[in-house]
């Protein structure tokens, strides 16, 4: 079975830029999660999808970060504009459906904002 | 968990050897907890799971184990390996809609 696949690997922009994740789910997947992960802690959840309406977004800074998960399938993860805290790994993570088991994750994006 | 920044706490040990890797996690509510491992430039892997009627789940090699009185959750990896070597994270499911959060991890390096 395919993985959570997530493109860029890698993205180095300018703070102020914009800059845009993409992430393809395991087939069937209904639920859909985005996380950040700064260097040397644990990944935090910054929103989680059913399908294609949002569960939860209360970690999301969202005057500058903004996710759609349209169709219920595929989703991008936005910054605009980036600032410098926000150079991390982006993780995109999925699981079949609400309380089923875990979520597979992605290799995720690392984000550089120099 | 308390992020400790680029301070993760690093366990050594000895190929062979047990080892035993621990967790608080924070909400008395939470029931489902997870164990991931994450390799160096890759994303978070399962490992095992258990639910908060259990108190001891094992796997192949590895058994984990939940003390709700103190909400302590720890994972023992038999005869570590070299590829054991990671980042442990616990992730705790809190809500109705399969929420999880990590605790900050623990760094294994495995010494041959």
């Known amino acids: 079975e395919a993985g959570v696949a997530q493109s860029p690997r890698y993205k180095i922009i300018e703070k102020r830029q914009s800059v845009a994740f993409w992430c393809n789910p395991i087939s069937g997947h209904a639920t859909l999660y985005w996380y950040q992960q700064i260097l040397g802690q644990g990944p935090k959840l910054l929103i989680q999808f059913q399908n294609n309406g949002v569960v939860d977004d209360s970690q999301l800074p969202k005057d500058r970060f903004s996710a759609e998960r349209l169709k219920g399938v595929d989703s991008t993860l936005k910054i605009q504009p980036a600032k410098l805290e926000d150079s991390a790994v982006y993780l995109c993570?999925?699981?079949?459906?609400?309380?089923?088991?875990?979520?597979?994750f992605g290799q995720g994006t690392r984000l550089t904002v120099v | 968990g308390e992020s400790v920044g680029l301070h993760l706490p690093t366990l050594s040990v000895q190929e062979g050897d047990n080892s035993i890797i621990n967790c608080a996690y924070s909400?008395?509510?939470?029931?489902?907890f997870i164990w991931y491992k994450q390799e160096s430039g890759k994303g978070p892997q399962f490992i095992i799971d258990?639910?908060?009627?259990?108190d001891k789940r094992q796997g192949q090699r590895v058994t984990v184990l939940l003390n709700k009185t103190v909400k302590h959750l720890s994972l023992q990896i038999a005869a570590t390996q070299p590829g054991d070597s990671a980042v442990y994270f616990c992730?705790?499911?809190?809500?109705?809609?399969?929420?999880?959060?990590f605790g900050s991890g623990t760094k294994l390096n495995v010494k041959p």
């Open positions: 993570a999925s699981s079949l459906a609400p309380r089923v088991g875990e979520a597979f």
């Open positions: 992730a705790e499911n809190k809500g109705d809609f399969n929420k999880f959060y």
């Open positions: 258990i639910r908060s009627n259990m």
């Open positions: 909400n008395s509510a939470s029931d489902y």
